[in-house]
T-cell receptor, first 114, second 110 residues
């Protein structure tokens, strides 16, 4: 069975600084990978996804992620964070395209300081 | 365009009571899902429905039942609530990908 690890429970960065959130997955074949963001009291919103092809994927709100098969990683990055990026971020893995029975990581809470 | 609508937003139950969480989507998606979110555990799949008339168990189905009433609606029922079911419940739908989430139902069982 697949699994996802987000090693950082909570990260604090200054506004304008760069950001990298880590995600490692475990699965025998190439998975489908996702990053979702959750603002307080809201549902999850898709930031970006990787299915195949170019390993660097661009998402909404200026986020990008890079799939590294050799490291089983799919880290999320943003060059300059804004106060509105404060939220919880979830990495997820799927193994069956079209069937969104995703396995989610435990999430990373991002705090932005002025 | 409402997307995925969940009702109620908040609910408090006593142990042993029953209730149904409602979910409706207006995007004509075939697949619908119920997840629960607990602190430090991410989201875990309870049940899903790949199409109208079909349902299947996810990772944590015990204590729950579901009904895919039609293409739009997918309800989650707790027959006899337990404190371990205190959680935030999210309904989601998808065409093939990605998931579209509702805003959640916060359930407390005392």
């Amino acid at each position: 069975a697949q699994s996802v690890t987000q090693p950082d429970i909570h990260i604090t960065v200054s506004e304008g600084a760069s950001l990298e959130l880590r995600c490692n997955y475990s699965y025998g074949a190439t998975p489908y990978l996702f990053w979702y963001v959750q603002s307080p009291g809201q549902g999850l919103q898709l930031l970006l996804k990787y299915f195949s092809g170019d390993t660097l994927v661009q998402g909404i709100k200026g986020f990008e992620a890079e799939f590294k098969r050799s490291q089983s990683s799919f880290n999320l990055r943003k060059p300059s964070v804004h106060w509105s990026d404060a939220a919880e971020y979830f990495c997820a893995v799927g193994v069956d395209f079209g069937n969104e029975k995703l396995t989610f990581g435990t999430g990373t809470r991002l705090t932005i300081i002025p | 365009n409402a997307g995925v609508t969940q009702t109620p937003k908040f609910q408090v139950l006593k142990t042993g009571q029953s209730m149904t969480l409602q979910c409706a989507q207006d995007m004509n998606h075939n697949s619908m899902y119920w997840y629960r979110q607990d602190p430090g555990m991410g989201l875990r799949l309870i049940y899903y429905s790949a199409s109208e008339g079909t349902t299947d168990k996810g990772e944590v189905p015990n204590g729950y039942n579901v009904s895919r009433l039609n293409k739009r609606e997918f309800s989650l029922r707790l027959e006899s609530a337990a404190p371990s079911q205190t959680s935030v419940y999210f309904c989601a739908s998808s065409p093939n990908s990605p998931l579209h989430f509702g805003n959640g139902t916060r359930l407390t069982v005392t």
